[in-house]
């Protein structure tokens, strides 16, 4: 069932390495498609049930989102810079994966 999770993060990867790359952004497309390696970390170690269901819901959640605005502001909004975005969003999924990393290692931690 894994499976699904690792490739909707390569999948993630892919899209987010494409764009960046057709947009001559070298560096912020790597640095835009770490939050997705990240998650896909975090799938692959979790153990328990708990922090199983919290990566996987996690990988969906920063893949959606993480996605759309980065499609919103690269081709749908003309006037907004889209430099910015593969900057401020992986900020914002970092965030998101730092409180739901610790959760998941919290998790597996046995008492």
Known sequence: MKLFFYLLNILAIAIT???????????????????????????????????????????????????????????MERNLGYKFSYLFIPIWQWTMLLVAGAVVHLSNSEP
């Open 17 to 75: 390495i494409t764009l960046g790359l057709d947009k001559g952004l070298f560096t912020l497309a790597f640095f835009a498609a770490s939050p997705y390696m990240m998650s896909f970390f975090l799938v692959k170690i979790a153990k328990d049930t708990s922090a199983s269901v919290t990566a996987k819901v996690l990988t969906v959640f920063i893949v959606s989102v993480g996605l759309y605005f980065l499609l919103d502001t690269t081709y």
